[in-house]
């Protein structure tokens, strides 16, 4: 019954260069979704899993950004050129997806990205 | 649009204290879903509660109840005999189809 888990916990890197984030959702849980949550805000969303296709991705905010979950299961949230505006905590959260979609989203920890 | 709108950034209890946090949204849509996150330093988002909106019944989940108001678009939650391990970021969200979509949250501090 372990949670979302989510690696690196903490991540500097330089402007320009490319980062990948990795999500491990509940097991089970064939809904994941991603967020990006800048100091003092509330999350927002970014993209959303149904199984291994992007059901939703109309909050990435440009092609720098892309997530994949070819499983089905974990799931690596990628940008590049990374700038500074970047910088944020990004969280993972899964779900159990009944039928009627609306379903208890479960978080992990984050992992904060610092863009120097 | 959906927004969800918290007007208190900041709150106070005294231990064992009671305290209620606020929360309004704007949604066109009849059935939903409507939660309070507490996030604590950690930054892990903790349910807390949620509602659904078909539910006219209100939410409890042992000291946390909310008080939904789906008429006036409220939904505030209420935290009985506050504890210091109650003081964190609360954050009001609301969902529907997918996403969920968040308030700028409320810090609540727990004063022994």
């Known amino acids: 019954g372990a949670g979302v888990s989510q690696t690196p916990s903490n991540k500097v890197t330089e402007k320009g260069k490319y980062v990948e984030l990795r999500c491990d959702p509940i097991?089970?849980?064939?809904?994941l979704y991603w967020y990006r949550q800048s100091l003092g805000q509330g999350p927002e969303f970014l993209i959303y899993?149904?199984?291994?296709?992007?059901?939703?991705d109309s909050g990435l905010p440009n092609d720098r950004f892309f997530a994949v979950r070819p499983e089905g299961s974990v799931s690596t949230l990628k940008i590049q050129r990374t700038e500074r505006g970047d910088s944020a905590v990004y969280l993972c959260?899964?779900?159990?997806?009944?039928?009627?979609?609306?379903?208890?989203?479960?978080f992990g920890p984050g992992t904060r990205l610092t863009v120097l | 649009a959906q927004t969800v709108t918290q007007s208190q950034p900041e709150m106070s209890v005294q231990e064992a204290e009671t305290v209620t946090l606020s929360c309004t949204y704007d949604t066109s849509e009849s059935d939903y879903y409507l939660f309070w996150y507490k996030q604590p330093p950690s930054r892990q988002m903790i349910l807390v509660i949620r509602q659904e909106a078909y539910k006219q019944q209100n939410a409890t989940e042992n000291r946390f109840s909310v008080n939904f108001q789906k008429a006036a678009k409220s939904f505030s939650l209420k935290i009985s005999d506050s504890q210091l391990g109650d003081a964190a970021m609360y954050f009001c969200a609301y969902m529907y189809t997918d996403k969920l979509i968040f308030g700028t949250g409320t810090r609540l501090q727990v004063f022994p």
């Open positions: 097991s089970g849980h064939t809904a």
């Open positions: 959260a899964s779900s159990l997806y009944g039928e009627l979609g609306l379903d208890t989203q479960y």
């Open positions: 899993f149904q199984g291994t296709g992007a059901a939703d």
